[in-house]
């Protein structure tokens, strides 16, 4: 997948374009874009999506706006897995957020990505201040050489999908339902960093992935699978949290033990689905009292693993 960034030098084709944040790549993103892929087949174009960073919303509220599913390079690994040839990140920032609606199609749309045929959701709404709609993306395409095309909201098991389903899911810590809405388990991604150790004192070592959101979705105790340490996924436990018993910091870490694995995993990168909570996270009186839970959440996530393995 070619991924470019704002003006390039470059004469690259036109596009078959599609536009959002695209925040955890759920089932609804997905239809868009198979539909976008085919569009751009039919008509010899280049299938690209233009999305955002930051996201706008964390722009507008700072630390307000809603959690991420995704950060922006797992984003990019999901798009690329479902065939986009293009992605463009564009950069938003304040003056970008004040381009009026003809403006963001006349430079954006038309004359930096060269778009040929749009489409779109319908709630889609562009420029600034979300002023322009439908109609008026239409009328602009007339004016630019571009069609619209919108696709309807779609639903799994009754409920309309969306990323606000999708984290209304896991911070419940309704994993399945998570799972239908996104089709797929819902992961976290990232680089294994050195932590204090304290998991190898106790007996069960772990692997600290750096995480890149601006808070996690979800928190507690999980059985996981981690996948890109070695050739097949291999069965694990995390804690994703404050760890309220060690530090008072109130910053989230995720640490993953893995099931019979002694191995160096400093500066892997590694994907942990979540598959099933065991519990919230809490508060003990000492590390005697969290060993003890350690040992009990390991059972739970092996038989929980176990079961799983053998439906």
């Not at 519990?279 to 969290?290: I, N, P």
Request: charged letters at 25%.
């Amino acid at each position: 997948m070619l991924l470019t960034h704002g003006a390039s030098a470059a004469q690259l084709p036109p596009v078959a374009l599609t536009v959002g944040n695209f925040d955890g790549i759920h089932r609804g993103h997905q239809a868009l874009l198979a539909r976008l892929l085919a569009g751009a087949r039919k008509r010899g174009l280049q299938s690209c999506v233009l999305t955002f960073e930051p996201h706008p919303r964390e722009f507008f509220a700072g630390q307000a706006a809603p959690t991420r599913l995704a950060s922006l390079r797992e984003k990019l690994e999901l798009l690329a897995a479902h065939g986009v040839e293009r992605t463009h990140v564009q950069r938003f920032d304040r003056a970008f957020a004040s381009l009026a609606p003809e403006s963001f199609v006349e430079q954006v749309l038309a004359g930096r990505l060269r778009a040929r045929w749009v489409l779109i959701g319908g709630d889609f709404r562009f420029g600034a201040k979300r002023a322009g709609d439908l109609g008026l993306l239409r009328d602009l395409g007339r004016r630019h050489g571009y069609e619209v095309e919108v696709l309807a909201d779609v639903a799994q098991a009754g409920m309309r999908v969306s990323s606000s389903a999708v984290r209304a899911a896991l911070a419940a810590g309704n994993l399945g339902v998570a799972e239908t809405l996104l089709g797929r388990p819902y992961s976290i991604s990232g680089r294994v960093v050195h932590g204090r150790r304290l998991g190898r004192e106790l007996g069960f070592a772990t692997a600290n992935v750096q995480l890149k959101h601006n808070r996690p979705p979800l928190s507690g105790i999980f059985a996981v699978r981690v996948h890109g340490v070695g050739t097949s996924s291999r069965p694990a436990v995390a804690s994703l949290g404050v760890r309220p018993t060690i530090t008072a910091s109130g910053r989230a870490v995720l640490e993953v033990h893995l099931f019979d694995f002694s191995q160096d995993l400093y500066g892997a990168h590694m994907r942990v689905e979540f598959l099933h909570k065991i519990r919230d996270e809490q508060k003990y009186s000492d590390l005697g009292a969290l060993k003890a839970q350690i040992e009990r959440d390991c059972e739970a996530a092996r038989a929980f693993l176990l079961e799983s393995r053998n439906a």
